[in-house]
């Protein structure tokens, strides 16, 4: 496989360039795109994926995630791999997740020489030296080498809330503190203003690990206001649907982080973000502090 064939391409490299290289980690390739990420085989196929530092797709090839702190954990390579796949097209993710299994034919990408020798400078420069960080959520970073350019970016990763592999499994808590939040003036609706979010636009939407989709549209022809608008596709109950979600205000900066709120909303609302298993109880059980909704809602 083309995925074994490069691991052992870079092992040996590393070999080669003696103890210079030693404390360098270990390459590990899996692929993207040849099986589904969402159903591994097993707490083996975990862990290959959550530990791999090199993801190997038919045309790219990422290097990550290198987290810029020694001891945070989070995000994995599940992370990675998980988020990539939520991304590619809805056919391609039809194959991949509500298809009957895939079968390969031929190897790709062709590892010639220019490849595997990027590929292999840019795993030593990055791979053995953590990545400062630039956003609250930004938590690691990701290396995305295009395989037919070799141009290569740096793009952030936030963890996975569903990761098998490093999600957090206590359970969640039962009562949040909500403070006040009065108005800031007359003619203000929100207690603050988007821009004092700093919403981490980049791990947001990029078109490798994007929580909201691959990149976010400007509507220039609106008369009106700056419409932004993106989409990305969520796996429900029995298909694949498409998740949408837009922002307008009075410039594109502003519609942006408006869009961006809105698609985070969604996001959480259509499943739930949380690997611990839920609290049940009966209402009568709880009724000095929960909602009769049959009451409540039928008024």
């Known amino acids: 496989m083309v995925a074994q064939a490069l691991e052992a391409e870079l092992t040996r490299r590393r070999a080669l360039d003696g103890n ?24 083996d196929g975990v862990r290959a994926r959550r530990d ?51 079968q390969s034919t031929g190897e790709w990408p062709i ?17 053995g030296r953590p990545s400062g960080t630039g956003g609250v959520m930004e938590e690691a970073w990701v ?53 004092s979010l700093a919403l981490p636009d980049r791990s947001l939407v990029n078109p490798v690990c994007g929580i909201l989709g691959r990149s976010s549209f400007l509507s220039v022809t ?16 029995h298909r694949l649907a498409e998740l949408t979600w837009s922002g307008q205000g009075n410039s594109f900066a502003a519609s942006r982080g408006l869009a961006y709120l809105e698609g985070l909303e969604r996001y959480a609302g259509i499943a739930r973000r949380h690997r611990a298993e839920p609290l049940i109880a009966a209402y009568e059980d709880v009724a ?12």
């Open 20 to 43: 210079e290289r030693v404390a360098i980690r270990p390459p590990t390739v899996v692929t993207l795109g040849a099986d589904n990420v969402e159903a591994p085989a097993g707490e």
């Open 52 to 102: 791999a530092t090199v993801h190997l797709g038919s045309s790219v090839v990422a290097i990550g995630p290198f987290t810029s702190t020694s001891t945070g954990a989070r995000p994995c390579g599940y992370c990675l791999g998980a988020r990539w796949q939520r991304l590619r097209a809805q056919f391609e993710r039809q194959a991949i997740e509500l298809g009957s299994g895939l």
């Open 111 to 127: 590892l010639t020489g220019n490849l595997l020798d990027s590929v292999w400078q840019l795993y030593l420069e990055v791979a």
């Open 143 to 195: 290396w995305v080498l295009d395989g037919q350019t070799l141009l290569t970016r740096r793009l952030p990763l936030v963890a996975d809330p569903l990761c098998p592999a490093c999600a957090d499994q206590r359970p969640e808590p039962l009562t949040a503190e909500l403070p006040p939040a009065p108005k800031r003036g007359d003619d203000e609706y929100r207690a603050r203003s988007v821009e």
């Open 222 to 237: 609106s008369p009106t206001t700056a419409p932004v608008h993106g989409r990305v596709v969520f796996k429900g109950y």
């Open 288 to 299: 000095d502090r929960a909602i009769d909704r049959e009451v409540r809602f039928l008024r």
